[in-house]
């Protein structure tokens, strides 16, 4: 209902702005900025929360995901690409030590998330099956979308990704710590790190709802 | 805009290895504070009162007047203190994107009267010139010194300019440690990594971009379009 009443929200703004000169039609919806002022009180966000972005995902699940949907719990992210030989499997071994490190209790109250820099290549299918070849929990979640809102996310988390002529990419190795208004809270720069001090950021988020 | 046929550019990491760039259009002078205050009129979210902290820095616009308003003697000068974000939403919004690196730098290889400028002479001292002038206080107006072999005005000496993917360009220990793919490319002696190692004006530029983050504004950064073929 939420989604409805939302879309509807959108289709009236694309309605309405018609002082913005439109040469194409797949970019009517551009000149209209995000709504939030729909009928169901939403969570106060800030400026800087990555709730604002309006791109549309689509998970292993096949199902569809805004970064609104997230809202709620902390979020332990990273980018990463599936045919990636070396350093992705390593940060989402990071990542799984930092699920380790968490209380069975601390688990339920935050989501693990991997973002696609590959969105060519990455579609659902082959993301179920990184899934599985890496044993990741089924809370997990797993998204793709387009090349602008993939390079969109890269450049609010400020992760850079340079693709290479072999279809695999040079890229930032960072996790980002969200908090349950989707601000980016702390960040893990580097691969093979020790989860001390990234389990007690997160342990401050929890403890902060 | 201009149309620029396929052809290739010279990446500056990459020896003599020039890469392939398909035809585009690329708008023939940057964008300027008049065309993005009309942008602003219909797009009230992107003003300096309103952006969201997420999607550009502080100083965003601070040249302006006011909040809706630049200076009327900087009508036409490019528009600056200009996130990514921002570039990226007015180019959508007129049916365009921001140009490439690879596009960018096609256009800004070529000199006034032919495709290469490296062989025009004068051209690579004109640019080196203009690339270690200070920026003035007041920017002045875009297409008034001198179009390129496309048509283009003020790829080189006014603003530097937003590319779409300009976080390609990777800092360095942050790769996944891939030989060749720039690094040492800024340390002394790293310049042997270059095509052409005379280009210091795209030194420069990669410099710039590999310093920059999505939301920052600078003083003399600014943006001009691009669309596909």
């Known amino acids: 209902m939420k989604k409805a009443v939302r879309y509807f929200i959108l289709a009236l703004t694309t309605v309405t702005a018609v002082s913005c000169s439109q040469k194409k039609q797949e970019v009517s919806s551009c000149c209209s900025t995000k709504q939030h002022e729909s009928p169901e009180p939403l969570p106060a966000i800030s400026g800087k929360s990555l709730f604002l972005l309006d791109s549309r995902w689509e998970?292993?699940?096949?199902?569809?995901?805004?970064?609104?949907?997230?809202?709620?719990?902390?979020?332990?992210?990273?980018?990463?690409?599936?045919?990636?030989?070396?350093?992705?499997?390593?940060?989402?071994a990071d990542m799984k030590n930092i699920e380790v490190g968490l209380t069975a209790a601390e688990r339920e109250q935050v989501r693990f998330l991997l973002i696609s820099m590959d969105p060519k290549r990455d579609n659902p299918e082959q993301m179920r099956k990184f899934a599985s070849d890496h044993r990741l929990d089924?809370?997990?979640?797993?998204?793709?979308?387009?090349?602008?809102?993939?390079?969109?996310?890269?450049?609010?988390?400020?992760?850079?990704?340079?693709?290479?002529?072999?279809?695999?990419?040079?890229?930032?190795?960072?996790?980002?710590?969200?908090?349950?208004?989707?601000?980016?809270?702390?960040?893990?720069?580097?691969?093979?790190?020790?989860?001390?001090?990234?389990l007690s950021q997160i342990r401050r988020l929890i403890n902060q709802k | 805009m201009a149309m620029i046929p396929e052809g290739s550019y010279l990446p500056l990491y990459a020896g003599n290895n020039r890469t392939n760039v398909a035809a585009f259009y690329i708008d023939k002078h940057p964008v300027t504070n008049g065309e993005f205050q009309k942008f602003l009129e219909s797009n009230p979210g992107w003003k300096r009162s309103a952006v969201k902290?997420?999607?550009?820095?502080?100083?965003?616009?601070?040249?302006?007047?006011?909040?809706?308003?630049?200076?009327?003697?900087?009508?036409?000068?490019?528009?600056?203190?200009?996130?990514?974000?921002?570039?990226?939403?007015?180019?959508?919004?007129?049916?365009?994107?921001?140009?490439?690196?690879?596009?960018?730098?096609?256009?800004?290889?070529?000199?006034?009267?032919?495709?290469?400028?490296?062989?025009?002479?004068?051209?690579?001292?004109?640019?080196?010139?203009?690339?270690?002038?200070?920026?003035?206080?007041?920017?002045?107006?875009?297409?008034?010194?001198?179009?390129?072999?496309?048509?283009v005005w003020d790829m080189h000496g006014l603003v530097w300019e937003w590319t779409l993917d300009f976080n390609s360009i990777m800092s360095t220990g942050e790769s996944r440690a891939a030989p060749g793919t720039g690094d040492g490319l800024f340390c002394a002696g790293g310049s042997a990594t270059s095509g052409d190692v005379s280009n210091y004006a795209a030194f420069l530029r990669y410099a710039l971009r590999s310093s920059l983050k999505a939301g920052h504004v600078l003083q003399n950064l600014g943006f001009r379009c691009a669309a596909d073929k």
């Open chain 1, 59 to 92: 998970t292993y699940r096949n199902d569809t995901l805004e970064f609104e949907d997230l809202s709620g719990k902390p979020v332990i992210a990273a980018m990463i690409f599936t045919n990636c030989p070396s350093a992705c499997p390593r940060i989402v």
């Open chain 1, 138 to 198: 089924p809370d997990w979640i797993m998204i793709r979308s387009d090349r602008m809102a993939t390079l969109e996310m890269a450049n609010v988390l400020g992760v850079r990704i340079n693709p290479l002529e072999d279809g695999g990419f040079d890229h930032s190795n960072t996790i980002h710590i969200l908090n349950a208004t989707g601000e980016i809270a702390y960040q893990q720069h580097g691969l093979a790190i020790e989860p001390a001090e990234i």
């Open chain 2, 53 to 151: 902290r997420l999607f550009a820095d502080e100083g965003y616009l601070k040249h302006w007047l006011s909040d809706g308003m630049y200076s009327t003697a900087e009508k036409n000068s490019p528009v600056v203190n200009i996130s990514w974000f921002a570039a990226k939403k007015y180019c959508e919004c007129q049916g365009k994107r921001l140009p490439t690196t690879a596009e960018w730098e096609r256009v800004a290889e070529a000199g006034w009267t032919v495709a290469d400028g490296s062989s025009e002479p004068g051209f690579n001292e004109w640019i080196l010139a203009m690339a270690s002038k200070p920026a003035p206080r007041s920017l002045p107006a875009v297409g008034t010194a001198k179009a390129n072999y496309y048509g």
